[in-house]
């Protein structure tokens, strides 16, 4: 099979605006003196928190944890004191109870933080208990518990394991930055993946704007017969892991479905290199690579920030805006991203990027009425009507909303992009979606 230049059906091309951050250096965040750690950063049940206002707390210690199947426990990301457990506001728009900490500066490590062992010698369900204890989660934007996504039904066969390195959203290079810099990593994760789930062969699927990254990968990767490296064509949304899977498989997922569905499981390239740490290093997933762009930063960075750091000290480190005030900050890129109503949110296990806009930049474009131009039909990646479940949205119709398969959208964003009229049509459709979630619940 040629693994060159893959790609999907639909899509849009959009800017990149990589070049603001992709050729700085990756280098550490300034250690914060306090730090906020969400108990409810995944996807699944909110943790409990295991300590208490005044417990001294050392780096990577546990301290939150739940006992539902999906969720995910919390690490300190610093020694030092808990002052606090309060609500507070997180990146993602939710109020959850955060265990605040005041550091001491000294980074003593916990003493459960050590190797787990020579990966030969684990057992599948060791390294999915590794995985699980680390508090490992998508690190892509959805932070889905990734013990649970390697643990499917025994009905649902898998044959072949995809490591998302597309990172296909503007502005964003955190991923590219931790390939250049952790290839080797990368690989030893994929194979803990490989042994997890009893997988003969993964591919990691990466956008061919990244040559250099495709390079070191395949060098990374040159004695692992079973692991092969795809370059896929450069169009969005090409990191949602459904078009990987048609882009690198040619198989679609069923409306409804998951991957699984079709035997394949996807993982980010940072949630890879996470699992890597686990098994070699008993290191819980305490900090990440966070992207800090755009045209409203002084000096945007890829800085190696500790979970819990507020955006304020990442933008300062950055130099901070630019002239005037900033038009818009957004957790994550322009096309999924979420936009902040502060700078005094933590970063989470899923913060791969702040970006800054500027205010001539986040300017509203006045809205007109639709035309039936069809183009966000015609770039809709999942072969949906965004002009059909956008109307039936903003007229409270969320049945119909619901018969047009509105679940099945990726909220990827490319019909409002298109879109001549510049209707909010994922705005909508996203409503649509979780007034048609709630009502599930309610009725169950």
């Known amino acids: 099979m040629n693994l060159k230049n893959l790609t999907f059906k639909g899509g849009v091309n959009v800017p990149h605006y990589k070049e603001l951050s ?20 995944h996807t699944g049940a909110p943790c409990e928190p ?11 210690q546990k301290i939150g944890q739940s006992d539902a199947f999906v969720s995910a426990p919390v690490h300190s990301s610093v020694s030092g004191k808990v002052k606090s457990i309060t609500p507070m506001a997180i990146p993602t728009g939710l109020t959850v109870n955060c265990v605040v900490i005041e550091s001491d500066g000294e980074n003593q490590v916990h003493e459960s933080v050590k190797p787990r062992g020579n990966l030969e010698e684990l057992s599948s369900k060791e390294i999915i208990d590794i995985i699980k204890e680390a508090g490992i989660t998508g690190m892509g934007g959805a932070g889905f518990p990734t013990y649970v996504k390697l643990s499917p039904p025994s ?5 072949t394991i995809i ?30 993946i490989m042994k997890a789930v009893n997988v003969e062969n993964a591919i990691i699927a990466i956008e061919n704007n990244k040559p250099d990254a495709i390079k070191l990968l395949e060098k990374a990767s040159e004695n692992e017969a079973n692991i092969k490296v795809a370059s896929l064509k450069v169009k969005y949304p090409q990191g949602d892991e459904k078009r990987l899977i048609s882009a690198t498989l040619g198989r679609a997922v069923p409306s409804g479905g998951l991957p699984m569905d079709v035997g394949a499981i996807v ?25 800090v762009t755009g045209n409203g930063i002084k000096e945007p960075k890829n800085l190696i920030a500790k979970i819990g750091t507020p955006f304020k000290d990442l933008i300062a480190q950055c130099g901070g805006f630019n002239e005037g005030s900033p038009g ?3 957790m994550g890129g322009p096309m999924m ?19 800054v806009l500027t205010e001539e930049e986040a ?42 398969h509105a679940l099945d959208c990726v909220e990827c964003g490319g019909c409002s992009y298109i879109c001549p009229a510049k209707r909010p049509l994922v705005e909508s459709i996203r409503v649509a979606k979780r007034e048609i979630i709630s009502k599930r619940k309610r009725s169950n």
């Open 22 to 41: 992709e050729k700085a250096p990756l280098e550490r965040a300034v250690e914060p003196e306090v730090v906020t750690i969400p108990l409810h950063q």
């Open 50 to 60: 295991l300590v208490k206002p005044g417990d001294e707390v050392k780096v990577g």
């Open 155 to 159: 009905d649902k066969k898998i044959d």
């Open 163 to 192: 490591i998302n390195g597309a990172e296909c959203e503007p502005y964003l290079t955190a991923d590219h930055k931790l390939m250049l810099n952790e290839a080797e990593k990368i690989v030893f994760g994929v194979k803990a």
């Open 267 to 291: 993982c980010n390239v940072s949630t890879t290199k996470a699992i890597a740490d686990a098994v070699l290093e008993g290191k819980p997933l305490y900090e990440r690579i966070v992207t």
């Open 328 to 330: 818009k900050i957004v």
């Open 337 to 355: 991203g979420i936009s902040q109503f502060t700078i005094d949110v933590p970063v989470i296990k899923g913060s791969g990027g702040i970006l």
């Open 363 to 404: 300017k509203p474009v006045p809205m007109g009425p639709c035309i039936k131009c069809g183009k966000c039909v015609e770039v809709c990646p999942v072969n949906l009507q965004p002009l059909y479940l956008s109307s039936y949205s903003l007229k409270d119709k969320f049945d119909k909303a619901e018969e047009l």
